[in-house]
């Protein structure tokens, strides 16, 4: 059973930097696919950046280079590092993680707010 944590969101004002972590327990970490999804209320869920089984990367139009997602293998942890953040960036950040077989497991979420 895979289980995720996700920490680091809070409170920034406009223009500040966040860093959110996404800690995996279970096996097979090192080749999954990982990806970071937000949900701002009354709105989709939407997905903002992904990890790849190949190595590469995606990222949503709106990150526009302001988001970097990474991952530690040897600490099963993805990251998004978030600069630049704007007001429209709050909401609930959720660390998901998609297995070999495809089955997916998501993260509790944590609450990003960005103050004007």
């Known amino acids: 059973q895979v289980q995720l944590v996700e920490s680091g969101g809070g409170l920034v004002q406009s223009g500040g930097s966040l860093r959110l972590s996404c800690a995996a327990s279970g096996s097979f970490f090192a080749v999954a696919e990982m990806a970071w999804y937000r949900q701002a209320p009354g709105k989709q869920r939407e997905l903002v950046a992904a990890l790849l089984r190949g190595g590469s990367s995606n990222y949503a139009d709106f990150v526009a280079g302001r988001f970097t997602i990474s991952r530690d293998n040897a600490k099963n942890t993805v990251y998004l590092q978030m600069n630049s953040l704007k007001p429209e960036d709050t909401a609930v950040y959720y660390c998901?993680?998609?297995?070999?077989?495809?089955?997916?497991?998501w993260g509790q979420g944590t609450q990003v707010t960005v103050s004007s």
């Open positions: 998901k993680l998609t297995q070999f077989t495809n089955r997916e497991y």
